[in-house]
Every structure is written in C-alpha cells, then in structure tokens.
C-alpha cells in the first residue's frame, strides 16, 4: 500500500467567471478555472490547442548552428547526431537524422551504450569519431553541461553543435552553438520543450531556410508535420510539461501517429495492444514509450532507433517484436530489482528524509524505474544506484520538496558527470566517494524537509454527482487532450456512493473491478493497484476518479479510473 495521500479539492470557481463561459459545461469551467485559464481569448486557444510564437529562429544560437550545418551539408562533410538512449534522445536522433539526409547530408547517428559509456557526451566517443574523419557533432538531448568533452573536442578538431533541454551549468562548454530554451539569455518564449522538441525547432529552421535558398540539388521533400509523430513521442515519454508548445505538438503529432506514416510505430502499436488510430498521450505512456524506452535499459538503444527509421514493414514488425520482448524482460527485471532496493533504503525506516539503495546487482537502465517506485510509494526523494567495477551510475526520483538536481550540484566535487530536472537526474560518481555522497544528499534532504509533512497530494478539480458523467461531458473533457504532466486528466469526486460488486482483476488479481451506484445512477469503475480493498470496503465510500472511456475487444464504455477512495464520514 502506497503513502496515503491528501485530497486537496479546488475552491469553487467563481459565478461570473462561469457565466463567461455559458457555451462550457460548468464542470469544465471550473477546470479551466483551477488551470488558471479564466480570460476568454485564452481559454479558446486552450480549447483550440494554438500555439502561433514558434519561430525557430528565436532561439538563441539558431542562425549560428544552421549556417555551420549548411556548409558541412554543402562540403559533404560527415554529420554525427549524438544523442541519448533514452526515448527522448532516440526520437531526437531519428528525428535529426532523418532531416539532415534529407538536405542531403551525410549523416549518422551514435547512440552510447547505458552501461559501458553513460548518459551524455564522453570523449572516448568523441575521439573515435574524430579518427574517423567526422568534423561535425550534433548533441540531441544532452550536452549544456559537457564542458570537459566539449573543450576536449574542440581540441581535436570537432565542431559540436548543442541541442538540450536540461538546465544549464554555470559556464556554458565551448559549443559552435548551443541551442536550449534554457539558458538564462535565450529569448524563446517557451521554456519546456522536451529534448525531441528542441531537435525539431532545428529541423524545422533547416527546412524553412532551404525552402528560401536550397543547400543542395540532392535535397528530396520533407515537410516539419512529417516529422511531428516522433516529437509526439518524445515529448510525451519524457515527462515535460504538456502546456503551451508542448501541447500543440503533441496534439498534432498524435494525429500523425494515427494516420499510419511511419511503418515502425504502426508496428510498435500493434504489439503494444493499442487500438490503430485511437493512439493518445496515454498509449504513448504506457505503451510506445516502454517499449523505446526497453531497448536502452536492457541491451542498446539502436534496436529502438532501428524501429523509428525503418522503411519496411516487415523489418518494422521484427523490431518491434524484439522491443515487446525486451520490455517483458524489463517488466521482470524491475520488479526483482525494486524488491532488492525497497530492502536495503528502508534500513533506515520509510520515513527517512531520502531513500538511497546502491548495489552491483542493480542494472543501470532499471535503477532509475526503481527509484521511481519507492518515490511514489513512500513519497521521499529516492536514489538507486548501479555500482560497477570504477564507476557507479544512479538515477535519482524527487518530490516536490526537494530539487534534486540542485541538490547534485551542492555535491559536484564528487561527481564524474549529472543532469536532470527537479524532478529526476542521473549522475556517475568514482565508486571511492559513493559513501560521501550518500550522507551529503542524506544531510542535505534531511535539513531541506525537516518539519515537513510528507503526503502526495491528490488535487481533485470538482465534486460532482454520478448523474453529471454522461458523454456531453466525457466528449468536452477530449477536447482538453492531450493529457499529461502539468497538465493532468481532471480528477472528480463523488461522496457516498456504495459498491454494487467488487472483484478482483488482472494477472496477479491486483486491481478492482467495481461497479458504483448512488442509488439512481451506477457506474462501472476500475481501480488499479488496489485489490487490497477487496473484502474490506464499508458500506459507503467517497471516491476520487478519472473520467474515462474504455474500449475493449471492440466495445466502448464510460468508466470511472479510480485514484482513491476511503469510507464516507
């Protein structure tokens, strides 16, 4: 059972703010409300998804990185997209690398292996690339805080053009151009582009600035909408903020995905079970993004790589049948490892300001699911650490409290190499100073979240009746889509509502199937992870939901997705 969480319910909106609104179902306006969207023009882009300030070319560094990449693909000069393994980084990869050929480049990807090389630019690369006659880098995902590769590359004749969306260090590495939303100087209006999303504003100003003086008589057709499945993907799997820019994307992006372009997502959603054409932020989540994600957790990211570029469907089925039975493997393989690490953090008690596990039976690519788990379980910031031979390699979860990537960068005199978000980051550190490090982030949580009541928050957007959940307003809830981080499916509640029937589902029979009734209108709910109620519900509950619509072997039902509940008062 997880940490019992807060229900936090929104205050009401106000009359007049509805009244604004008389074309909007009251409980969407209440949402819109709680969303901070009270101004008519903007709840109509909202509603309509517009995002019109995206000129690439505001980005800082954009004219720097495009001219050094027209005159590489003017030279026929070799061009490197290093990215990351995971999905973000491959969709970035895929994404660049399918635009740089198309102007005719001679480009090529380079993936480093989780394991052996780590997350980011290292030089080793970065040498071997150089021995082999290439000039041009392109980083995608990864490389704001590369200082010691990138001088190390400029020394060895290696022009890097940055493209990240992680924040920023201090002293910016000795780059061609960095392009990031991030830096503190650049002046693009929107600051949450994913990995994926940067890449594609370089696309995007390659494509407009060919369209106005072609690089090449090689160049053949690509048009920026063609390559919005992938920033779909990318951005979705990678947790960023889907408002603003983001959302537009995504939104177009998915459309994409179900029209059926690109043969290795047709096939990667078949295997995932996903019904072609119904693709949304949700499948991606927890279908697409898994099974990408697989790929460089558990073997080499190239297989996922492989799948995004592949022009046949018959390859395209291959390697999404290897994705599906590397994710499998990963499925079995985090749970062992969550079951080892959940040992070893609590020696310390559940209620230790910070959950640190370290062991060299830990998988590098598995570490950082697992420090989500026990994040969300017992709601502390958790780190999981693969220990190697020299090196140890940890991802690292946190909570709203607690900044996590701040938190690394108080103890950068001991790390190889880190990065992240507040949310999550990774570092290497010399396995000598593992220890210190350890009892430095321990310290550092320990004073951070003193006298803190660490609960999740539930935050419920409206308490509503069983007879408001009709279609009318399931079918306006889908035009708030696509769903995600920072901008999440409106949860509701309904107090009193008693179960009709209760049973339990799923392979391991964790989940509860329930059909819920106030005494004139029943709906049927599925409630995952919390089978444990089985037996041992009152007679009546107050229940916190998601209102969704089911689709199963052919057939679509509404249904409430069950968040909580507890025995009415």
Known sequence: MTTAQRWQIASAAPIDCVSHFPHLPRQVAQILFNRGLTDPTKVEQFIACKFDDDNPFSLKDMHKAVTGLREAIRSASPIVVYGDFDADGVTSTALLVETLRALGAEASPYIPHRVDEGYGLNIEALDTLADRGVRMVVTVDCGTRALDPITHAAERGLDVIVTDHHSAGETPPPALAIINPKQADCPYPFKELAGVGVAFKLAQALLRSHGQVPITEQAVHLDEEDLLDLVALGTVADLVPLVGENRALVRRGLAKINEGQRPGLISLVRQSGAKPGHVDSATISFGLGPRINAAGRLDHAKTAYQLLMAQYPGEADLLAGELNNLNRRRQRVTAETQEL?????????????????????????????????????????????????????????????????????????????????????????????????????????????????????????????????????????????????????????????????????????????????????????????????????????????????????????????????????
Request: charge should be positive; aromatic fraction near 8%.
């Open 341 to 569: 690490a959940h040992e070893q953090a609590l020696t310390e008690g559940s209620d230790a300001p910070l959950l640190f596990a370290a062991s060299p039976d830990f998988l590098a690519g598995i570490s950082g699911l697992a420090a989500g788990r026990l994040c969300e379980k017992y709601y502390r910031p958790a780190i999981v650490v693969h220990v190697g031979e020299t090196f140890s390699r940890g991802s690292a979860r946190s909570i709203a409290e607690f900044h996590i990537t701040e938190a690394l960068d108080q103890c950068k005199d001991l790390l190889v190499r880190h990065g992240g978000h507040a949310a999550a980051a990774g570092f290497t550190v010399r396995n000598e100073d593992l220890p210190l490090l350890a009892q430095r982030l321990k310290d550092m949580a320990a004073q951070a979240l003193a006298d803190k009541e660490l609960h999740p928050t539930l935050l419920i957007d409206a308490e509503i009746g069983l007879g408001e959940l009709d279609r009318r307003l399931y079918d306006w809830l889908a035009r708030m889509e696509p769903f995600g981080y920072a901008n999440p499916r409106p949860v509701f509640l309904t107090r009193r509502l008693r179960a009709l029937s209760a049973r339990a589902v799923g392979a391991d029979r964790s989940h509860l199937k329930l059909t819920l009734s106030d005494g004139r209108v029943r709906h049927s709910a599925i409630a995952f992870r919390q089978g444990y109620w089985l037996g041992r519900l009152p007679r009546y509950v107050d229940v916190a939901y998601k209102f969704e619509l089911n689709r199963w072997n052919g057939r679509e039902q509404l249904q409430l997705n069950v968040r909580d509940l507890r025995p009415s008062e």
